[in-house]
């Protein structure tokens, strides 16, 4: 306890004075104090606590650059007794950004990475998601994890050519059971408690690192774009039936995505091809299947204070048939196509200092639903209020949010900015 | 005969009156449109640091503290303007972008620093209010002056100014007013005083500029305020290290400085 304290002292003085000193130009700071408290509505949930959240997070954000580069640097510290007490250090983000030969930029070091023009839904971003910090209430930002990464920039006449370099793989952050539960198809059913799930991670070798690469471009007021990655699924979604273990199996994507203004709104196309690379076949099923996964959307105001938005997913098992007829006896046999329809309504009130916003996931094919929910309220431009609730439902235990049906929760907000 | 000579004689009349009439309505639109360049296209480009203030009725104050950049690539025309927030802490570094369509819907993206986040913008409701203040998208970047028919009504004084005064109406019914009367100082042709009035013809929002000051040898109001006199409540906002021409290449409004403040401008 005593140690972490210390390094923690010693992360924050480094956090403060390195940098500047480094750079030497401006420098800004700033951050949060926020407390967030959230309770489990589900008496029969099995995790550790019926506790979703208590915890207390001071956020120290800093920027500084000078002519030749920029630092950026956001630091977490958490306090959190929703169980056991602990302490937690997180640096979110620490990078370096600069530019080289006019047209090429860099950004090295640890990073938030979004891509894709899907809204709470990913088809081409395989970046690391954090699900645990989104379904317990914590602000929309931690939905990104941060992944040590690399990533250059090439600004061409053509358009633009991206590409990201994660040299270890950085897997979701997925229920383990500790905060809150999951389905677990070896016990065949919903567990919680200890042990913590714990997927096996692919060993540490260069040819285990992350590739993502973009090429986009503007076509009219249409952006257009094209991905590839190389990596791994980000959920550990194949069973090793030897140790009974989820791990995380070889993936590669290939995709594109269009965004352009129709109608008074914005609507988008992205589709994108998942290559199951340890399943090339498609008659493992153990492993992920291939597929195609698709989505379209549109949003727009309909109102000065109100905004709604519509998306359709839709996910297609390349070996359907394979895969059926090699399904062990007893194992679920999934449908060849999923679909999912998600939408989400945002209302301002009071010259947008509430914030009343609901969105809302159903999949027709499994039969499940996650809504979020929260009313927000900006007492003054630094304290914020927020109350909000995550409701999971779902016909079976084993579908993507039926897994998660007992974590239904709400909880309470403060933040204060500075 | 005498029935014809009048008639020809008020035919005349008639013609000349319909055509002091005519030259007086193209009068008050060459005053909007000067008025409107003067206003919103000063200068070939422009960068800013914008203090918001906006009241509500019962007095509470909020504020935003922003850099703006803009740069004209048509007078009167197509403009790209750059937006980024300092002030209050939770938007800080937030980018927010416009490409300004003379005869289109706008396009605009807003940065999410915290998630990397790109966002494209629905542009239809040109009436939804700026970041929660009394401005509306469309008092940030100016409503064109050929969308409404233009009046003088007639040429007085405010604020021991010579000024005109113009009534606008809305060529196509429109939501953000039915009846505009703008007050146009004579000598630096800008508008210092617009009064918004509803379907009712009740005075809904007024808009002021408190002070102008030269800047670059461009008359530039300084302090703006808008209030809405229905709701109580006003936003006033000040500009301050206001730098004309600063040479802002049409390559920092895109996407790649959305992501990436242009230093050069935005410290």
Known sequence: MKKQILFSLAAVLVFMVTPPALLAGETYLGGFVQGLYGGGLDRDNPTSSEMTASETRLQLRMESFSDAAEFFGRLDFVYDDYYNPSTELELREGFVKFRMFKNLDFKIGRQIITWGTGDLIFINDLFAKDYRSFFNGRDDQYLKAPQNALRAAWYSPLGTFSGIYTPRFTPNRIPTGERLSYFNPMAGQIVGGEPYFEGRMPEAEFKNSEIAARFSRYVGSADIALYFYHGFYKNPTALDMVDSTAYYPRLNVYGASVRLPLLGGIAWLESGYYDSRDDADGDNPLIPNSTINSMVGFERQLNASLTANFQYQNNYMLDHDLYADNLPPRMVEMDETYHLVTSRLTQMLWMETVTVSTFGFYSPSEKDFYGRFSVSYKYTDALTLAVGANIFDGKEDYTDFGRFKKNDNVYLKITYGY | ?267
């Open chain 2, 1 to 267: 005969m005498n029935f014809k000579r009048t008639f020809s004689v008020t035919a005349v009349l008639l013609l000349i009156g319909a055509a002091g009439l005519f030259a007086q309505d193209n009068r008050a639109l060459d005053l909007m449109k000067q008025a409107h360049l003067n206003l919103y296209y000063a200068g070939d480009d422009g960068i800013a640091e914008v203090k918001m203030t906006i009241v509500n009725s019962k007095g509470k104050e909020r504020q935003r503290e922003f850099a703006m950049l803009r740069l004209d690539l048509e007078d009167g025309g197509r403009q790209d303007y750059y937006t980024y927030f300092r002030q209050p802490s939770d938007v800080s570094r937030l980018t927010f972008m416009v490409h300004k369509m003379p005869d289109a819907s706008d396009n605009r993206w807003l940065y999410v620093p915290s998630v990397d986040l790109v966002k494209r913008i629905s542009a239809d409701d040109k009436n939804s209010s700026f970041v929660g203040s009394d401005f509306t998208y469309e008092d940030v970047s100016g409503r064109h002056w050929s969308e409404d028919n233009h009046k003088l009504l007639r040429e007085d004084t405010y604020n021991g100014r010579p000024v005109y005064v113009v009534e606008s109406i809305p060529k196509e019914s429109y939501k953000g007013f039915a009846r505009k009367v703008t007050i146009i100082d004579k000598e630096y042709i800008l508008p210092v005083r617009e009064e918004y009035y509803d379907k009712k013809d009740k005075l809904e929002r007024v808009f002021t500029v408190e002070k102008i000051e030269s800047i670059d040898g461009i008359q530039t109001p300084t302090l703006r305020k808008i209030e809405n006199v229905q709701k109580n409540q006003y936003t006033t906002v000040e500009f301050t290290n206001i730098d004309y021409n600063v040479n802002v290449k049409e390559n920092v409004f895109t996407e790649r400085f959305l992501k990436n403040p242009p230093r050069e401008f935005i410290k």
